[in-house]
């Protein structure tokens, strides 16, 4: 028997899992004092979130994130992209995390474009991040 | 994914066939296979079948065989009565319902309005529940028809059809009752409540998906007041059936499931709704005992048995129920109705019942039935908790104090 | 043992789609609607019987919008059709469609609508010549022609039918009930704007039909509540019912071919047999009609009455279609043919399903002969002592 089409309807996606058991959220993590926090939310789809990263020095384009989490009051869609984004950002030099695209989370995770609001949510959480670790 | 792996809270979205309704479909359909309006050996023993399970949804209700028009569910039963009403009386059209109605009523009325239709949608207080003296007044207006639901899907909060009932037949106007949820959980007596048409369900009771019924009022019955036939143009054509109310060749496997399903649930419905209710008040206490900033929606005293509306304070509505559904064990409830789920509209049930937008994004809908018993609803409050606690420790600082 | 010969009217399920409905009656019984686990199963098992269908008849399953039965699809076609458009015009139709298409016009009517009757011949095909006329007199909302017709089985010229409405732009809607299973549909090439179907005719379950409509088509629900179907056909979806149509749909594919040659030749069959009775008249005798379809009358006989000693004798047939059945009027099908109203009345159908056998056909010629043979040029009127022997 065929299932053209039920893939469309009915597919879990593939970023539920991330959803289900995110291993990088902020509640699963010890560190206390971060180098940097930002916050954003998106009213429209009820979605907050805060990422917070830990760096290795506190010099130049080359300062690494050694760790990064999240908090998020939102929507499964962005739990999983905050989910995603602290595990890339993790080795990560300033640099590259700044150059991180929306684009980006949506191929990783095969967003839809009605969800995009939840990687541009937490680009936009990363930006006030790394912006709050240059202030210090 | 075998039946042990889910938690079923979701009676009201639909049920599984009650006992005995799968044989009676298998036996229709393979020994009743004849098209019930031929005029042959098996052309009439499928009217035959049709005849009796007439007769099963007509004692159900109080009412007579021959009120019973089956249609293809209770969405095209309440499209059929409320356009079958405004067709037949013409002229000025007005309507009298309640904001909190299903989408099948609300949208049907919208339509009724770009054809010219008055309609008048009474508010809710903050249990769900219509003022009686707002509807005397509506009906002081030339009102055409009343169409209330007796139960809501998303509350399960009862609205007091015997007092809605007799207002109308003082106001001498008809009413129409959508019993989708109501039928085999409360109980319904069409001439004591003064009902003209009676909307009904198959598979929100243990009958199949695809067949429903609308009651309507022939005659005046003998004895107490009933009322007027009530008068109504078929909305689908073609052959004639059913007096005319509805053409369209009779599903006699379909019916006869429905009718099995009237049978069995006529029979154990007091009990099986004490027992509900018990269990369903066992599950909020434990979920209440265990998680902060948990509410129940609709007054305990007017919410049907099998209905457990909570809403939940910090946690985002839609993340709490995909927790719930995808993760394990699944838990299948509902967050708003089933049928307005999947266009992503909020409840405007509660938010009718004076809820904030947030609390209204947040609520899910738990609802028990025949195969809900202490383990299932441990296990789920146990899931509930979980998964509440699980969300809020994402939010971590997010989280409104 | 009943000899079943009323397969127009409907269909016994088949085997093979009662086993494909059973999960969706038992442990699978979710809302195809819920966010579920088990309600994303109903849906995608919905999608699956989408594609079966749209298969069988060559449309895209986004062009299917079900619904509960082929009346319904066809309520749908000209009321829904009706409703989008701003004010009541002109459709034709042909005088030998379903009453499902005849009644809901007559209610357009009431409404408001002009409804005109395209000209038959004698052999109920439609009259080209006329249909273009009709067309070039004025704007028309939309043309209802039945591919192949239930009473008499007459096949219509199709394409010559959907060419005429295209060069005049006017929305074609054919009825294909009938001619699914005993004929062959592919919507793609029909040059129709909108077609419908029914489940229980294909060895499907009663009570699921479907419309097959073209993205363009200016078309409205007429039922409300939820916005099903994309917003065409409200209303909690009928999961075992809709699995039993793309069952028997995928089913029909496989088969279709030697069914409709084994119903062809015991039908032909039959016609030799009947052809060498005195006092039968076939009807569309001269066209080509639905390989199972052979209506007929039989000198000297009221129709009703034939049927009820058709009855006695265990076997089921049908005078005229099964909705008009006990009415007494002759059908409207024939009249528009041209047939006297006498003859009319005497009219029987026999429709064959490929599980018939040699065997039922002549034991049907057998019966028939000896009814026939009794009448021995009896004038009519003779029905009520044939009713009361």
């Not at chain 2, 938690?7 to 009650?18: M, Q």
């Not at chain 3, 229980?200 to 039922?223: S, W």
């Not at chain 3, 006989?301 to 006695?312: A, I, P, S, T």
């Not at chain 3, 008009?324 to 409207?332: E, L, M």
Request: hydrophobic content about 45%; glycine content about 12%.
């Amino acid at each position: 028997m065929t299932t053209h089409g039920a893939k469309n309807a009915s597919a879990v996606p593939v970023w539920m899992s991330r959803f289900l058991g995110p291993a990088q959220s902020a509640a699963n993590c010890d560190i206390i004092e971060w180098h940097g926090m930002g916050f954003a939310d998106t009213p429209a789809s009820d979605a907050q979130c805060r990422i917070m990263i830990g760096m290795d020095s506190e010099a130049g384009a080359d300062v690494r994130i050694t760790r990064a989490a999240f908090e998020v009051l939102g929507p499964p869609v962005a739990i999983a992209c905050a989910d995603w984004l602290c595990e890339w950002l993790e080795h990560r030099t300033v640099g590259e995390a700044g150059d991180l695209s929306v684009t980006a989370i949506e191929k990783a995770l095969e967003i839809a474009p009605s969800q995009r609001y939840a990687a541009l949510l937490v680009i936009d959480a990363l930006v006030k991040a790394l912006a709050d670790a240059q202030d210090k | 994914m075998s039946a042990g792996e889910t938690l079923y809270f979701d009676h009201a979205a639909t049920t599984p066939l009650a006992p005995g309704v799968l044989d009676v479909m298998q036996r229709v359909l393979a020994e009743q296979a004849g098209n019930p309006a031929s005029d042959h050996a098996p052309g009439r023993a499928a009217a035959a079948e049709i005849d009796t399970a007439a007769g099963a949804l007509a004692a159900l209700v109080g009412g007579e065989r021959r009120g019973v028009v089956w249609t293809s569910g209770a969405t095209e039963s309440i499209n059929l009565a409320l356009k079958g009403v405004a067709e037949f009386a013409g002229g000025d059209v007005h309507i009298v319902s309640v904001v909190t109605e299903h989408a099948a009523t609300l949208d049907t009325l919208a339509w009724l309005q770009t054809q010219g239709a008055r309609v008048t949608r009474l508010e809710v207080d903050a249990d769900g529940r219509i003022d009686g003296a707002a509807l005397d007044a509506a009906l002081q207006d030339n009102a055409t028809l009343v169409s209330i639901m007796h139960v809501n899907n998303e509350t399960g909060v009862i609205q007091d059809i015997e007092a809605i009932g007799a207002c109308c037949a003082r106001h001498h106007v008809p009413l129409h009752v959508d019993a989708a949820q109501s039928l085999g959980r409360c109980a319904i007596d069409i001439t004591a409540m003064n009902i003209a048409l009676l909307s009904m369900s198959a598979h929100k009771i243990g009958g199949p998906k695809g067949i429903g019924a609308l009651y309507v009022r022939r005659r005046s019955g003998a004895g107490r007041a009933a009322g007027p036939a009530i008068g109504l143009a078929g909305q689908i054509h073609g052959g004639g059936q059913q007096s005319g109310f509805r053409s369209g060749t009779l599903a006699t496997h379909q019916i006869a499931g429905f009718g099995a399903a009237a049978t069995y649930v006529t029979t154990n419905r007091e009990t099986e709704q004490r027992r509900l209710a018990a269990l369903r008040d066992a599950l909020w206490r434990r979920i209440d005992g265990a998680l902060d900033g948990v509410r129940r929606n609709g007054g305990a005293a007017v919410v049907a048995a099998p209905w457990l509306s909570i809403s939940v304070a910090g946690v985002n509505g839609d993340a709490l129920l995909k927790g719930l559904v995808e993760g394990a064990p699944a838990l299948a409830v509902s967050s708003g109705a089933a049928c307005s789920a999947a266009h992503g509209q909020s409840s405007y049930v509660l938010r009718a019942m004076g809820r904030s937008a947030a609390e209204a994004a947040a609520t899910i809908r738990f609802s028990l039935g025949a195969d809900s018993n202490d383990t299932r609803v441990n296990a789920a409050a146990h899931r509930f908790a979980a998964e509440v606690e699980r969300l809020r420790a994402l939010a971590g600082t997010l989280v409104a104090a | 043992m009943t000899i079943y010969f009323d397969h127009n009217a409907t269909t016994p399920l088949h085997a093979d789609v009662f086993k494909a409905m059973t999960p969706w009656l038992t442990s699978a019984h979710a809302n195809a609607s819920s966010l579920h686990r088990g309600g994303r199963e109903a849906r995608a098992a919905i999608e699956t019987a989408r594609h079966q269908i749209a298969t069988l008849v060559g449309a895209h399953p986004s062009q299917l919008i079900f619904t509960g039965g082929g009346t319904e699809a066809d309520n749908l076609a000209l009321a829904g059709v009706a409703a989008a458009t701003r004010r009541p015009g002109r459709m034709l139709i042909s005088p030998i469609e379903h009453p499902a298409i005849t009644d809901t016009a007559d209610a357009l009517v009431a409404a408001g609508w002009t409804i005109e009757r395209v000209a038959v011949d004698t052999q109920g095909r439609v009259d080209i010549d006329d249909l273009e006329r009709r067309l070039g007199a004025g704007d028309t909302a939309l043309v209802s022609i039945m591919v192949a017709n239930n009473e008499t089985g007459v096949i219509q010229d199709m394409t010559a039918i959907s060419a005429a409405c295209r060069a005049a732009g006017a929305p074609l809607h054919t009825d294909a009930v009938q001619a699914i299973g005993k004929h062959g549909f592919d919507f793609a090439s029909s040059g129709a704007a909108c077609a419908s179907l029914s489940a229980h005719k294909i060895q499907g379950p009663k009570g699921v039909g479907a419309l097959i409509v073209d993205r363009k088509l200016a078309i409205d629900p007429i039922i409300h509540g939820g916005g099903h179907e994309q917003g065409l056909r409200s209303g909690s979806l009928n999961v075992a019912g809709i699995v039993g149509f793309g069952a028997a749909a995928e089913r029909l594919q496989t088969h279709r071919p030697a069914e409709i040659a084994h119903m062809r030749d015991l039908r032909d069959k039959l016609e030799v047999g009947l052809d060498a009775m005195p006092g039968i008249t076939r009807f569309s005798a001269d066209v080509e009609r639905l390989a199972n379809t052979c209506q007929f009358s039989v000198a000297g006989y009221d129709g009703e009455g034939l049927l009820m000693l058709l009855d006695r004798d265990d076997i089921a047939v049908s005078s005229g279609s099964a909705c008009a059945a006990g009415t007494g009027q002759p059908s409207p099908v024939l009249l528009a043919m041209g047939i006297d109203a006498d003859t009319a009345r005497g009219a029987i159908r026999v429709s064959l399903g490929p599980d018939n056998t040699l065997d039922e056909i002549q034991r049907f010629l057998l019966v028939l002969g000896r009814l026939a043979g009794s009448t021995g040029g009896l004038p009519g009127g003779l029905s009520a002592s044939v009713l009361t022997g």
